[in-house]
């Protein structure tokens, strides 16, 4: 009964042991300051597959809760500004901000199992399901977004995995609005939405909320919130 009680205790410190999630292996970013990132469009290998920059925005996401800032780098391409990307399995790398601080023009080192307001990541479809992989190193500027809508940066970065993945380049994001059903998820009524903003999400085929309607136009009695609802 004792030998099969230390059995019993070996087999389950290993399922623990298999269970601990090993620590980010040591990795540098390809590039070693801000000033040698390449001006060209962000390019290199993901996933054992080349990467090219063909689509670059970034998406801020105020809701409570949800709150961040999403610049997104993809190989993809859409046929109209902040349009749907084909193909639609394109890979992306990614910069995120969690939280609802503003993006700001700054140099900054991200480095693999270290916290910080920013992370880098990538995405890709590996035939059957989307793999993504967090860790990593990376040289990354970033300048504040400008009047007009355009965010600028450049990142050098190689992320923890079998394949040494590594990109690096330039960027020029256009800022586009969240990808999100807003009624269910409680965000600005699409009617508040800049027109800037709705015109590009009916151009993309996205569903766009008419106007407001006006004094002259507006029915003498509101519908119910039950009618809304429906």
């Known amino acids: 009964m004792r030998a099969e009680a230390i059995c019993a205790l070996v087999a389950l410190a290993a399922c623990r042991n298999d269970d601990v999630a090993p620590p980010p292996r040591a990795v ?3 590039v070693a300051t ?3 990132i390449p001006e060209a469009p962000v390019s ?3 996933a054992g597959a080349p990467f090219a920059l063909r689509d670059a925005r970034f998406i801020v996401d105020r809701r409570l809760g949800y709150a961040h800032t999403d610049i997104k780098l ?7 500004p902040c349009g749907p990307i084909a193909p639609a399995h394109a890979t992306s790398v990614w910069l995120r901000l969690d939280g609802p601080a503003k993006v700001v ?10 916290a910080d307001a920013w992370s880098v990541h ?3 479809w590996n035939g059957e399901r989307w793999v993504g992989v967090a860790d990593a190193a990376a040289l990354v500027t970033i300048h504040e977004a400008t009047p007009d809508g355009r965010l600028t940066g450049a990142i050098a970065v190689c992320f923890s995995d079998d394949a040494k993945s590594c ?10 609005p969240p990808s999100i059903d807003e009624p269910v998820r409680g965000t600005t009524p699409p009617e508040a939405i800049p027109e800037k903003y709705r015109l590009r999400m009916l151009s993309s085929g996205a569903p766009s909320a ?18 809304h609802r429906k």
């Open 210 to 227: 008419a106007p407001p309607p006006s004094a002259s136009t507006a029915p003498s009695a509101a519908p119910s919130a039950s009618a």
């Open 122 to 124: 990538y995405q890709t």
């Open 44 to 46: 290199g290998t993901i």
């Open 34 to 36: 801000h000033g040698t």
């Open 167 to 176: 990109v690096s380049g330039s960027f020029d994001a256009q800022s586009c």
């Open 74 to 80: 993809s190989s993809g391409k859409s046929e109209t």
């Open 105 to 114: 023009t700054t140099d900054m080192k991200l480095e693999p199992g270290k």
């Open 28 to 30: 540098e970013p390809p």
